[in-house]
């Protein structure tokens, strides 16, 4: 039985081995991996698919601007092992990750994927016009999905990476870290 849980630390290297796997070392090269590289994922929205013990599947949000002082995620990579495609597995994580996402307070997310599979969960093209990858990529595949109506409206510019600071001591959290907690237990929750 395959279930859907948060990525784990342990998880780390056979996740790596899944995306060498589905998308072999071309995966560095690409545009949306420059904006992830030396980057933590949204704490919370980093969720994998375990068969047993066995990790079939990932999928991972990452804080971006979509143009100039407009926040919003990047999706990627999503990947599902070849032995376990067809079953539904990158849907679950699509759905989970979306839920979880607009649980947490984000407004938008983008990705560079295919229309004929991202479209059915809302994502398109028709939010994008305006907005630039940092790189080569096909315009026709940068896809948006608006968790709070209107928050691409408008949207324009280079899509960029986000610096977020994470506090220094879990022994006196700050009121980032406060508010930090109380996200990941309305995420925890949209699980």
Known sequence: ???IREERIADVAARDSLLDKAYGAARFAKTSERLRKGRMAVNGL???AAD???LVGTVRLWNVTAGPGRNALLLGPLAVHP???NRGIGTALMR???AR???AGHRAILLVGDVAYYGRFGFSAALTSELRMPGHYEQHRLL???LKSGALAGARGTIGTIVTAEPKSAASPTPIAAEGSKRRALIQRAA
């Open 46 to 48: 980093s969720l994998v």
């Open 96 to 98: 989970r990750a979306i």
């Open 144 to 146: 948006a999905l608006e």
């Open 1 to 3: 039985m395959v279930t």
């Open 83 to 85: 032995d376990h495609r």
């Open 52 to 54: 047993q013990h066995r």
């Open 101 to 103: 996402a607009r649980v």
